[in-house]
């Protein structure tokens, strides 16, 4: 098979859809050497992954980065002349294509808090990607709650939808607290005991009740600071104000955007991780907090209830109250944040990068009527690990 994906958010530094397509390159060029890919990006996405992949992986930068003369004009052209059996696309199918096409479309939030965006990022949506998750040969999404929505919203047949679930990388394991807690001090001034939230710094995240439950654990007496770590989004002000007005400037850090090799170290060295978001399509930091040590707080709700299963403490989202409650109690009882640890690393343990591949790569052959035996299994070698994605 002759594959495209359409790799152009590599690079971004926009969260879960550049994690994606990180975690799904790692695991195609770990197990597969007999398909051909090529992939598509801007010219930033392409000099990331130059040199990381293997033989069979083939990098073509787009001429223009523009998402309008990119999507309906380039890729079309490219993937005809290049005769591509199959794309990969990320939520916009291009139009005019002659090959067969998967649609990755992780979730749509904006279906549901159209608040959280932008009008124009709504309006975009709202038409495109509902007009490509019926025109799409199949869709790929990350939870059966996404792909229930998926179904329901667009009134899409549910077989037209599978789901790849993410797993965390190879290098999220627990590290040593200590250890954890010093250059966490020395790269990023993080010091003191602390409640984490890692993931977009925007409004669908529910950080203003995050910020609201946390001024009442501080008022409990607890000690803990409160760390927002994450690129902040659109709508993130209000958190920002609200914490001017709690006056919490200096029990809050936001350390923005942290490199890659610094966050299994964050994770380990929180006290607590909550994830309090409003809706989420997969919820891949609870995966990767879990995987690291971390006992976790998040929200009843979207597809995060399914992703920690049994292994986490879930809360009402919109309950600023029982937020601020568990999270005093996990803090106060070192038992229970000692059993949230295990049952999190069995959790975690279910997910993986590697399937994410084999069940994609069963997705492109079932399209294309191609039936042979499952691709060879075994350890992704040390030069197709996720870190050399970073």
């Known amino acids: ?39 598509y990006g801007t010219r930033q996405s392409v000099d990331q992954l130059a040199g990381r992949l293997p033989w069979n992986f083939h990098l073509q930068p787009m001429a223009s980065r523009s998402p309008y003369m990119r999507i309906p004009f ?43 965006f932008p009008a124009y990022q709504r309006m975009w949506s709202k038409a495109l990607i509902r007009s490509s998750a019926r025109r799409a040969d199949h869709i790929v999404t ?19 939808i599978t789901v790849t679930p993410l797993g965390a990388a190879d290098d999220f394991y627990p590290r040593d607290r200590s250890a954890a807690k010093e250059l966490l001090e020395r790269k990023c001034r993080i010091k003191d005991d602390f409640v984490l939230y890692l993931g977009r710094l925007q409004a669908r995240k529910n950080l203003v009740r995050l910020v609201e439950a946390y001024a009442q654990v501080r008022r409990a007496g607890f000690p803990h600071k409160l760390v927002l770590a994450g690129k902040p989004d659109f709508l993130f002000e209000p958190v920002l104000a609200r914490i001017r007005e709690l006056k919490l400037d200096n029990h809050i850090l ?21 994830f309090p978001s409003l809706y989420e399509g997969f919820g891949l930091p609870v995966i990767e907090a879990m ?20 292994a986490a403490l879930l809360v009402d989202p919109l309950d600023q109250d029982a937020l601020a409650q568990t999270i005093r109690l996990a ?8 059993r949230l640890r295990q049952a999190g690393l069995r959790q975690s343990a279910k997910f993986s990068a590697e399937r994410t591949a084999r069940t994609t790569i069963a997705v492109y052959e079932a399209l294309l009527g191609i039936n042979r035996p499952q ?11 996720l870190r050399d994605f970073y």
């Open 1 to 39: 098979m002759k594959i495209g994906i359409d790799v152009h958010s590599i690079g971004s530094g926009k969260g879960g859809n550049e994690t994606y397509y990180r975690y799904l390159l790692s695991g195609l060029s770990a197990i597969d050497a007999q398909n051909e890919y090529r992939l």
């Open 74 to 116: 380039a890729l079309p052209l490219t993937l005809r002349r290049e005769r591509v059996d199959l794309f990969h696309v990320q939520f916009i199918v291009p139009p005019g294509l002659k090959c067969k096409t998967v649609a990755a479309i992780f979730d749509i939030t904006y279906e549901h808090f159209p608040e959280a």
């Open 142 to 160: 990350l939870s059966e709650h996404s792909k229930q929505d998926i179904a329901r919203t667009y009134g899409i047949d549910e077989d037209k």
């Open 254 to 274: 936001i350390p923005g955007y942290l490199q890659a090799e610094h966050i299994p170290f964050l994770y380990s060295a929180a006290d607590l991780f909550v």
């Open 291 to 310: 995987a690291c040590g971390a006992p976790v707080v998040t929200s009843r709700g979207s597809s995060l209830e399914e992703v920690a299963g049994d």
């Open 331 to 338: 803090l106060l009882d070192d038992g229970l944040r000692d």
């Open 375 to 385: 691709l060879p299994g075994g350890a992704p070698s040390p030069a197709t690990t």
